[in-house]
């Protein structure tokens, strides 16, 4: 792949996955949009005619996975699916801004929301809003500023795989490493992606 081409990995089911998120990007603003992706994604993980590339369920082992699979070159979405190995996590983030729909494809993952109490430059408090472990075929969504959270697989053996369905590419967010009781201390993290294959 050229280095301008956009990420578009071939996999069984493809266009049908493409097709119903093209769909559901129409449906108006942030919040049909999200409902709506969040209908389409449970969908396309029950349905049969797809599958994922083989590389999504080969887990890296310092660090959760982040292939993207396609990119939209009409509406800008990207399409992102993450690979946790047993443990494996992320510290409480945002997404910069974006909506995104994300949901768990394969295996179990714990997802905590956070709601923001307070900011003091790059000091912000933050209390456990709730949270949940969803398996294969849910889905949830993030709409700013209703965006902090963390994921982590909990099992000790088994890998789990999720889809992200971002507004656009992010390469950027704000993660935010726990100081003081409800306080934490943001840092910006760049966000790389690994290879992928078909």
Not at 8 to 25: C, E, I, N, R, S
Not at 91 to 114: A, K, N, R
Not at 134 to 139: M, T
Request: glycine share 8%.
């Amino acid at each position: 792949m050229n280095a301008n081409a956009l990420p578009d990995v071939p996999f069984p089911g493809h266009d049908k996955l493409v097709q119903a998120v093209d769909a559901a990007v129409m449906a108006g603003d942030d919040h049909a949009i999200t409902a709506a992706l969040r209908t389409t994604l449970c969908r396309m993980i029950r349905d049969r005619d797809v599958h994922l590339p083989r590389c999504v369920y080969e887990p890296i082992q310092d660090h959760y996975a982040r292939r993207e699979i396609y990119r939209s070159a009409e509406h800008g979405y990207s399409v992102v699916a993450m690979t946790w190995g047993p443990g494996q996590g992320t510290p409480v983030h945002d997404h910069c801004g974006l909506w995104c729909v994300e949901g768990v494809w394969d295996g179990e993952l714990e997802i905590t929301q956070y709601e923001l109490l307070e900011r003091d430059g790059d000091r912000v408090r933050f209390r456990a809003a709730g949270g949940m472990v969803a398996g294969p075929g849910s889905a949830g969504s993030l709409i700013p500023p209703h965006e902090y959270h963390a994921i982590r697989n909990t099992s000790s053996e088994e890998v789990a795989v999720s889809v992200h369905i971002y507004k656009a590419q992010m390469q950027e967010c704000s993660m935010f490493v726990p100081s003081d009781g409800e306080w934490f201390t943001r840092a910006a993290k760049a966000l790389e992606t690994d290879a992928t294959a078909a």
